[in-house]
């Protein structure tokens, strides 16, 4: 599938690489940002959605910006009937009052469990009997009672169904397994799998792999890398995938991963 993307500010539309897109608007206003997704037989369908921005909006001095954050992710953004969706929540809070989730735009908000709620990235899977067009949306409430949405959309298809092209395969990095290494700390080992369409992929390898920005020794499918204290860090990669039919493409890993909280004795 070919994704482009337009912002509504003034340029055209662009292509979109990845699954996420970023950017700035340098005016208030309201935009219409629209995606366009076109398949191998140049079949287009396309969803708008307004985003208002506003000036001079400023969180309180004692609140940090990144506390203000909700982000979502979806594995897969197509799906199949009756496939588990595995929504995440990869905002970095560790802990919130309050966090729910709402399958539907019409639905009814669920709330996750306390221990959830003292989880990094925590997850909850959903499935879906009928396909369409699904508004996923994440509400978090923050310890200072503020709420923050973030929704996603998702497409659910019946297999074999027309208009869409085979979905990219998903890959998602392991929990890592934690050794001694000696005087230097810990040794974390990352275990890259492919979770989804995994029938269609011939062979895949890591290509770049950082933990806090630190590069980490690549081997194949695993990365490791020796640390000496704990924390909240962010884990990027990146992984080159061949597919049955001959294809080859590169890809960076979102979602879950992004970040690990790792604990050190």
């Known amino acids: ?61 004692d609140t940090p910006a990144a506390a203000l954050l909700c982000r979502l992710a979806l594995t897969p953004d197509i799906a199949l009937v009756g496939e588990h969706v595995t929504a995440t929540d990869v905002s970095g809070h560790a802990h919130v009052t ?40 994440l509400k978090l409430t923050l310890p200072d009672q503020r709420v923050v949405t973030d929704t996603r959309h998702l497409e659910v298809v019946q297999p074999g169904q027309e208009g869409l092209a085979p979905r990219q395969p998903v890959f998602v990095i392991s929990s890592p397994d934690v050794s001694n290494a000696g005087d230097a700390g810990k040794r974390l080992t990352y275990t890259i799998t492919a979770a ?16 806090g920005g630190r590069p980490a020794h690549i081997d194949g499918r695993q990365a490791s890398i020796v640390i000496s204290t704990g924390g909240q860090h962010e884990v990027r990669a990146q992984i080159t995938y061949q597919t049955t039919d001959g294809q080859s493409k590169t890809i960076p890993l979102v979602g879950k991963q992004l970040r690990t909280v790792i604990e050190v004795k």
């Open 1 to 61: 599938i070919q994704r482009e993307i337009s912002w509504g500010d003034g340029d055209d539309f662009a292509p979109m690489p990845d699954q996420e897109a970023r950017h700035v608007f340098t005016k208030p206003g309201s935009y219409q940002v629209t995606l366009r997704r076109t398949d191998s037989k140049r079949r287009t369908v396309t969803a708008t959605k307004t985003v208002t921005v506003k000036a001079d909006i400023k969180p309180d001095a």
């Open 98 to 137: 309050r966090r729910q989730i709402r399958w539907t735009a019409a639905g009814d908000y669920e709330d996750f469990t306390p221990a959830e709620n003292a989880l990094v990235n925590p997850e909850r899977q959903n499935t879906f009997a009928s396909p369409g067009h699904y508004e996923v949306t």
């Open 196 to 211: 989804s369409n995994a029938d269609k992929i011939a062979s895949f390898h890591i290509d770049d792999f950082t933990f």
